[in-house]
């Protein structure tokens, strides 16, 4: 994938502030179930389950798979609907990242959803730089916190 460096840069920080606004929702919540619990203390676990929840905020979000059961990932347990897809957290967080790739139209928010304080100027991709996976935020686990 081509992409400037410092957009790459600028949308690993928005994912990663809206995996950390998901970790703090799922930490205080009266009604997660204790697997989730389990989970939020294992680091490489809790990563893949905030990313979950960005990815079927994401499909449930997206115009084409609006709310289609047949393309959303379901878990067992359930997690608390204040991480759900139609919570207002998850869908600043999906029109924040959508919003700096100038995407956001391609998704359907309520109305009511208030754009992000995050900066999401400036998404054009102007140089390419070519990201391998070595790029990826996944080499840099151990030093993210979420």
Known sequence: MDIERDAYNKAEELLSLSLNEWAKTLVVSSSLHPVWVEVLGDPLLRRLLLRFIFCRATHSLFKATNHKAEFL??????????????????????????????????????????????????????????????????????????
């Open 73 to 146: 990932p379901t878990c067992m347990p359930p997690l608390p609907e204040s991480v759900d897809a139609g919570s207002m957290l998850s869908q600043s967080c999906v029109m924040r990242v959508a919003s700096f790739f100038g995407a956001a139209s391609q998704f359907s928010f309520a109305e009511l959803t208030t754009w992000p304080d995050a900066d999401t100027e400036g998404a054009v991709v102007k140089e390419p730089v070519h990201v391998t996976a070595g790029d990826s935020d996944m080499t840099r686990s151990s030093t993210s916190s979420f």
